[in-house]
């Protein structure tokens, strides 16, 4: 499995010299697998350096899953450009849990639509299709082709998703780009620890580590966690690689790899997620 990262920045993209190091699109991660149908997980700024990869050797009647963790608009800002480029023949299923403030289909057709948009998602060629995933027990899991994908409610505010993400080769992967680890009670918690240990440890965790420490107290229930925490969680799970991701759009490349520095020297091995990464994922 290969997890391409079309953009780790969060809240905001950011354009300037300063942040080229760790890119400023935001959220968007393109998940293959050999055999497999093409992920996409959030449509954020950087669905558009996905896009070369997505359609460059696929079939016009293309069909691709896209998974949508929430509908703030830092994960929604590469609509637009997707719509845009599926050709006619191409279908778009696109699943979102039922725990959300709205729907997928309505959050999408609030944004693309006058006065926000001057199109709507039906006068693009492609086919879109709305699914929502129903959590039963907390969690819920679907089956795409070549996939096994679990949905996890996480804390933020207005709630988000992480997904953890099984090829048929066995690679597993989570990914929770908005969650507040210190803003879950117990049992929100123990589901998303469950989500990332069980079957068994997942390979790999992209967790939100937005903040430092030291500035979380001024930013509690902003829905971020810090990297020590994306840490201390991997580290419980047993998750042997963490990338974090979702990096605050007013530090450029400096203070991440500072930032980088520090998290390496409580957790040696992880690293700070960079826009363009292609993470390859493989069981152990
Ligand atoms: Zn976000
Ligand atoms: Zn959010």
Known sequence: ??????????????????????????????????????????????VRGLLPGLLGSTPPDLR???????????????????????????????????????????AVERLLAPPLWPLRLEDYPAHWVFHSLVLRGGTVTLSRPGWRITACPTPHPGQATAYRIEAASGAAAVIAPDLEWAAGDASQ?????????????????????????????????????????????ARHAGVPRLAVIHHDPSHPDTALRSREARLQREAPGAVLARQGDVLAVTPP
């Open 1 to 46: 499995m290969f997890i391409t990262c079309g953009g780790v920045r969060g809240s905001a993209p950011i354009h300037h010299p300063d942040f080229l190091a760790f890119g400023g699109d935001t959220t968007a991660f393109r998940i293959a697998a050999p055999g497999a149908e093409p992920l996409l997980l959030d449509l954020g700024s950087g």
């Open 64 to 106: 691709v899953t896209v998974l949508l963790t929430h509908f703030h608009l830092d994960h929604l800002l590469g609509l637009p450009h997707l719509a845009a480029v599926l050709p006619a023949g191409a279908t778009v299923e696109v699943y979102a849990p039922d725990h959300l403030p709205s729907t997928a289909r309505e």
């Open 189 to 233: 918690r123990d589901a998303f620890l469950r989500l990332c240990a069980s079957p068994r440890p997942a390979d790999l965790l992209l967790m939100d580590g937005q903040f430092d420490p030291e500035d979380y107290p001024a930013r509690a229930g902003w829905g971020h966690s810090t990297w020590r925490e994306a840490a201390e969680v």
